[in-house]
Nanobody, 119 residues
Framework: VQLQASGGGLVQPGGSLRLSCEVS????????IGWSRQAPGKERERVSC???????CYADSVKGRFIISRDNAKNTVYLQMNDLKPEDTAVYYC??????????????WGKGTLVTVSS
């Protein structure tokens, strides 16, 4: 199993980015996938998740600004990030859950992509 996150970069406050997570796994559509992030000097936190049936979850800090989605034909999960703030600066990781629903039990993580929000 491999997960490849991409789409990070430098963006100004108020801007948008779309992260992608391509997952190499048999029966991708069965698994829940999630995003977490880790800012410098801070603990890793869950950002968002999506189940096999498209149920979603969001951290309070990103609700209303981030949208998670999946394209099972492309084995890819997206994280659309809007109205970005400096506090969103972090390395973003995508992970594969053990099952089809978001239980916060991950068995694989990708290497992460850096998002920097700064003017």
């Amino acid at each position: 199993v491999q997960l490849q996150a991409s789409g990070g970069g430098l963006v100004q406050p108020g801007g948008s980015l779309r992260l992608s997570c391509e997952v190499s796994v048999f029966a991708f559509d069965y698994y829940a996938i999630g995003w977490s992030r880790q800012a410098p000097g801070k603990e890793r936190e869950r950002v968002s998740c999506i189940s096999s049936s498209d149920d979603t979850c969001y951290a309070d800090s990103v609700k209303g600004r981030f949208i998670i989605s999946r394209d099972n034909a492309k084995n890819t999960v997206y994280l659309q990030m809007n109205d970005l703030k400096p506090e969103d600066t972090a390395v973003y990781y995508c992970g594969k859950e053990l099952g089809d629903y978001h239980t916060d039990e991950y068995d694989y993580w990708g290497k992460g992509t850096l998002v920097t929000v700064s003017s």
